[in-house]
């Protein structure tokens, strides 16, 4: 039988999880409406964003000096570049509405950390769109033009007793690849944020990152086999940072190891 105490203690116990709820709809209403306003802005400007997006295709052609007339793409279903428009849309949204997003989270978790933890938490919310954008930009400007320069090479002039062979990339394909390396690089490139994050909370040390090194390389190729094209250029292209960024992440989680040690040692001199 439940008495007037449990019912009260059951009353206090639902408003403050009503008004979390609340807050929780609130905070996604905004994240949803910048993500929407971000997608109608996108989607006006696809044509040129996908302009831009071609080009490292086109330094690619220009290594392989290839004429200009030979950068061209096509679609073979009618509706095959409007849906692109789409996925163009979806992509820049999220791209563009990443910062309100981010700081929609925030605001909602902010409330019920400490003073010194939302400081701490201060770092990781810059830091993640600045190493997402620089595994970005390593996709644009180095991984795509040799990727394409590599496939772009296996073409074939023709000639006598030889077919010709030119590659003519589909729109679908070419965006669905370059966004593809662009979001595997941007995650790729949060790996010194996770690791620091999983050692502030105390679930890895440095000591158990060293022993795993060999481990993390032979994963970091592996991954890279998997998500870049099929080409060995572009391949250690990931490779190769992620395991600086690996090394990265272990000076990091010494650093949060040696700053919590720091503060046991204040906390035992102040006891």
């Not at 902010?110 to 930009?137: H, V």
């Not at 158990?208 to 094209?229: H, Q, S």
């Amino acid at each position: 039988m439940t008495t007037t105490s449990d019912q009260d203690e059951i009353e206090k116990s639902a408003a403050p999880l009503l008004e979390h709820l609340i807050e929780l709809r609130q905070r996604l209403i905004w994240s949803v409406g910048a993500f929407f306003v971000a997608f109608l802005v996108s989607f006006f400007f696809a044509k040129p964003i996908f302009n831009a997006l071609t080009k490292p295709y086109q330094w690619a052609a220009s290594m392989a000096e290839l004429p200009d007339a030979h950068v061209q793409f096509i679609y073979t279903a009618p509706q095959e570049f409007f849906f692109t428009q789409l996925k163009i849309g979806m992509f820049g949204g999220m791209v563009l509405a990443f910062p309100m997003i981010a700081t929609q989270v925030y605001k909602f978790i902010a409330p019920g950390l400490y003073k010194n933890e939302r400081q701490a938490f201060y770092p990781y919310l810059f830091a993640t769109p600045i190493l997402f954008f620089i595994g970005a930009a390593l996709v644009y400007f180095l991984v795509m033009p040799m990727a394409m320069w590599f496939f772009l090479s296996m073409e074939q002039a023709g000639g006598e007793g030889m077919a010709q062979i030119q590659h003519l990339p589909k729109v679908s394909e070419y965006l669905g690849l370059i966004m593809t390396l662009i979001f595997a690089f941007g995650l790729v490139f949060q790996l010194p944020v996770a690791i620091t994050l999983l050692a502030r909370a105390g679930l890895v040390s440095a000591e158990a990152l060293v022993d795993k090194r060999k481990y993390a390389i032979v994963l970091a190729f592996v991954a890279a086999a998997i998500l870049t094209p099929p080409d060995p250029l572009s391949q250690i292209s990931l490779a190769l940072p992620t395991v600086i960024l690996y090394e990265v992440s272990i000076i990091a989680a010494r650093y949060v190891e040696k700053q919590r040690a720091a503060a046991a040692a204040a906390r035992a001199a102040q006891g």
